[in-house]
Antibody, heavy 118, light 110 residues
């Protein structure tokens, strides 16, 4: 059974940093693209970033603007989202998701809440 | 504002058919596969359709989808109360080098 478990969310002040983690199990992690997707309160789903199987390619949504970094550790079956210079508008539930091909996301975690507030 | 345009809401009575549209451009739907997701608040989103019209195992055939040019659509036939959820289309955008989601359509079963 595929499992994706996010952690690392919480309350952070504007300008602060957080590192989200996603622990994967139930599939050969090193052979799949992985993604982060978020949902702000009352808003729709918004893709944030993805990373290739070997970590050699990474793509980000425009609003990230160098503030976020996606990475992975295939030896630990985990991938991460380092978020710096956080803003109130980054407040959202962040989901990690497994790629299927053609950029479809076929397995999702339950999400971790990030709240940016003073 | 989303690059992919969906109607904000759709509704139907049990047993009816509901269709949701997704309009994009040549850089996204026009040149890449469209995927559809079902999302109930507080739960993990679920892949409903991938590669324009393919259903993952376990997804009922009441859900179907198609793509033509720069538009796509999702149909839910034999509407059931458990189909009440938010539905999103998504596609890779070559110009933005990223995945774009539609704004989402809330389906209500009357």
């Amino acid at each position: 059974e595929v499992q994706l478990v996010e952690s690392g969310g919480g309350l952070v002040q504007p300008g602060g940093s957080l590192r989200l983690s996603c622990a994967a199990s139930g599939f050969i992690f090193s052979t799949y693209w992985m993604s982060w997707v978020r949902q702000a309160p009352g808003k729709g789903l918004e893709w944030v970033a993805n990373i290739k199987e070997d970590g050699g390619e990474k793509y980000y949504v425009g609003f990230v603007n160098g503030r976020f970094t996606i990475s992975r550790d295939n030896a630990k079956n985990s991938f991460y989202l380092q978020m710096n210079s956080l803003r109130a508008e980054d407040t959202a539930v962040y989901y990690c998701a497994k790629g299927r091909g053609y950029y479809a996301l076929d397995e999702w975690g339950q999400g971790t809440l990030v709240t940016v507030s003073s | 504002q989303s690059v992919l345009t969906q109607p904000p809401s759709a509704s139907g009575t049990p047993g009816q058919k509901v269709t949701i549209s997704c309009s994009g451009s040549s850089s996204n739907i026009g040149s890449n596969s469209v995927h559809w997701y079902q999302h109930l608040p507080g739960t993990a989103p679920k892949l409903l359709i991938y590669r324009n019209n393919q259903r993952p195992s376990g997804v009922p055939d009441r859900f179907s989808a198609s793509k033509s040019g720069t538009s796509a659509s999702l149909a839910v036939s034999g509407l059931r109360s458990e189909d009440e959820a938010d539905y999103y289309c998504a596609a890779w955008d070559d110009s933005l080098s990223g995945v774009e989601f539609g704004g989402g359509t809330k389906v209500t079963v009357l």
